[in-house]
């Protein structure tokens, strides 16, 4: 379920399956952004603390970091991933 979009970005709405905790994830296609400007885009998330901004855990870099619920899962290295949850909550 996306939460928001932007020109260069979408935030999801997505649950840890070993956790069962819910969480925004940032999905920044490669594409749009080259790597000094991700890397930069991580650091200055990493070191702000507002209230009214979420906080930053960690990034991944990689063609896919989540799975949407629903699809096979037959892939076990899914299990430290994140799933989509499309339902609203």
């Not at 928001?4 to 952004?33: D, H």
């Not at 790597?35 to 885009?41: A, M």
């Amino acid at each position: 379920m996306d939460l928001t979009r932007g020109s260069f970005s979408q935030v999801k709405k997505a649950m840890k399956k070993e956790e069962e905790k819910v969480y925004a994830i940032k999905v920044i296609p490669l594409l749009n952004y080259n790597k000094e400007h991700l890397l930069r885009e991580v650091k200055a998330l990493a070191h702000l603390e507002y209230k009214f901004i979420v906080r930053y855990y960690t990034f991944w870099w990689g063609e896919s970091v989540v799975s949407r619920l629903g699809d096979s899962e037959e892939d076990d290295s899914t299990s430290d991933s994140m799933e989509i949850n499309r339902n609203s909550w």
